[in-house]
Nanobody, 116 residues
Framework: QVQLVESGGGLVQPGGSLRLSCAAS????????MAWYRQAPGKQREFVAF????????GYAGSVKGRFTISRLNARNTVYLEMNSLEPGDTAVYYC?????????WGQGTQVTVSS
């Protein structure tokens, strides 16, 4: 089994930056891809970014492309989401996701609030 723990959320002013971390433990060798999703109040959970197991491929939602960067440090089984030029519309609970063969694992989420 795989466990995910997110950290790094908080309150930031518009135009500011935050870095989220997602630490994976357990059967990490079974992870094919990791991703970040977010869910704002009253809205459905939406995709933000993904990175493959080797880190060779990444992808982003159009709303964050050019502002957010996903990366991973395999030695620490950790995935990061660097968020720049944050906007109030980025306010949400951010969830880490790990895709395994036939299963998906979610973290508990970390709150990001962008407000002046």
């Amino acid at each position: 089994q795989v466990q995910l723990v997110e950290s790094g959320g908080g309150l930031v002013q518009p135009g500011g930056s935050l870095r989220l971390s997602c630490a994976a433990s357990g059967m990490v060798s079974s992870i094919n891809r990791m991703a970040w999703y977010r869910q704002a109040p009253g809205k459905q959970r939406e995709f933000v970014a993904f990175i493959t197991a080797t880190g060779g491929n990444t992808g982003y939602a159009g709303s964050v492309k050019g502002r957010f960067t996903i990366s991973r440090l395999n030695a620490r089984n950790t995935v990061y989401l660097e968020m720049n030029s944050l906007e109030p519309g980025d306010t949400a609970v951010y969830y880490c996701n790990a895709a395994l063969q036939g299963a998906a694992i979610w973290g508990q989420g970390t709150q990001v609030t962008v407000s002046s």
